[in-house]
Structure formats: C-alpha cells, structure tokens
C-alpha cells in the first residue's frame, strides 16, 4: 500500500487522503505480466472535496505518467489514472472494460465507502457491457492485423518485426473476450485471469496469427451467445446508480468534516 501511495504522491496528487480504492492493473492484474517488459499501472479511486465536485473548477480524472507525453513506457516507468468516484461510475455503467475492473481488482486501501460500492457492484452490470468488451476487442484485433494505426507511444515495431504481429494487441483481444463471456454469464471477472497462462504463450509469439485470429472469432461468437442468454438486466438502472453515488458522497464529506 505504501509503494502505491507514494507513488501518487509522487505524482503530485492533491487529494490523496481522499483515495477510496487504489491497485495495480494493467497486465500485472490480468495475470499476463512479462518480467522486464511492463511499466506499473497504478489505478484509483477518490471522493474529491465539496468544493472541488460542486464548485467551478472540477477535478474528474487525474493522469500521471513518468514518461511523459513524448515516449514510449518502458519497464521503470510508472502510469498513474485516478478517477473521481462519479466519473468512474458513469464509465462502469456505460459497460467501459477498464473502469468494471475496479469492481473486482483487489485494492490496497481498505475504505468503507467503496466496500459500500462493491457490496451494490450488480447495479453497475447489465448485458449491454458485451457490446463495449468486443468493440475494445475488435480495436485491438485491427492493431493486431495492423488495419488500425496507434499513437506514437502505442507503436511497438520491434515486437512485429520479432514475431510478425503485435502479440500485446492479440493478448488483449484474447483476454477481452474472456472477461466479457465472463461476466456477462457470470456477472463477474476473475483476476488474474484463469486463461493467464494462454494469454502468456499468446503474448510471447507461440501461436501464429492465423491461429489467434480462428480463437478470437471463436471467442466473438460465443460472447454474442452469453449475453443473448445473459441473466444481467438489458440496461443499467441510472436512478439507483445515482442514489448510490450520491449516499456515498454524503457519508465521504461528513467522513472528513
């Protein structure tokens, strides 16, 4: 937790006392970390003061990377993301992959404002999310196939000269799919992901792109499948969503007053 922190601090955070949930994500939470490969992704969540949610000079998101906007990460760089709880909700309930991962990432601060979210996690879930989970999917499956160009910092030339294609952007399209069969049939996602150690041998080139390509479209069809017999709700409950947040922003604010 301190490692964590510090890190947040170090990125000049203002409101780290407010932190509701702080974690580890990127490949190290999925389980297909490659040593010596990746940066530290550090994920959060806070409560921003009264002054800052309803004044004038609002503070949604907070991003922070030690490589700056001009290169690419390398394996000692470290990113930070924080969101403020009410942005991050509108995220999950749009069904945004990154930010439903909050729900089920084990965290470093222990905080009963966000034990109070996870308890009530089922309102942020409904079977629309499959559509956001295989059209993250179908991005990184275009960069894979190299049908979709990336940024500068997201070009990676050298791992497709080494095996061909971006076996990062196959892992991820893999690893999507997963989570959206997952937890559109489940209405949970399991991390780090029981499939890690496929994710692992995809990522270190021992499949060819043909092959990732027929377990991908496999993968496609059977999501769309899960969530036409999906259990979750067609669509997310804003009004209950709504109280909630706004139940946690009271007990946050009386918290530090």
């Known amino acids: 937790m301190t490692d964590l ?7 000049n ?31 959060g969540l806070y409560v921003e003061p009264p002054e800052i949610s ?10 922070w990377s ?20 009410k942005k991050w909700a509108g995220l999950a309930c749009k069904g945004n992959p990154t930010a439903l991962h909050f729900l089920f990432a084990r965290g470093t601060v222990r905080n009963r404002i966000w034990d109070e979210v996870v308890k009530k996690k089922d309102a942020f879930l409904s079977r629309s999310c499959a559509k956001q989970f295989t059209g993250f999917a179908n ?14 910092k997201g070009e990676r030339p050298e791992i497709e000269v080494k095996y061909g294609y971006d076996v990062r952007a196959a892992m991820h399209t893999l690893r999507l799919l997963y989570e959206c069969r997952e937890l559109v049939s489940t209405g949970k996602i399991t991390l780090p ?29 059977e999501c769309e ?6 259990f979750l709700p067609e669509k997310i409950d804003r009004a209950a969503v709504s109280k909630l947040l706004a139940e946690c922003y009271r007990a946050a604010w009386d918290a530090t007053n």
């Open 5 to 11: 922190l510090n890190h947040v601090r170090d990125a």
């Open 13 to 43: 955070f203002p409101f780290p006392e407010r932190l509701i949930h702080l974690f580890v994500g990127g490949s190290e939470l999925h389980g297909a970390k490659i040593h010596g490969t990746d940066d530290l992704d550090v994920y």
């Open 54 to 63: 309803l004044g004038l000079d609002l503070l949604p998101h907070f991003v």
């Open 66 to 85: 030690t490589a700056g906007d001009d290169r690419r990460n390398g394996p000692k760089d470290v990113d930070v993301t924080l969101y403020s709880l």
């Open 139 to 152: 991005d990184q499956l275009k960069r894979m196939t190299g049908q979709k160009k990336r940024g500068k």
């Open 193 to 221: 992901r029981p499939e890690r150690d496929l994710l692992i041998r995809v990522r270190t080139g021992k499949y060819s792109l043909d092959k990732v390509l027929a377990m991908a479209q496999e993968q496609f069809a």
């Open 225 to 230: 499948e899960a969530a036409r017999k999906s």
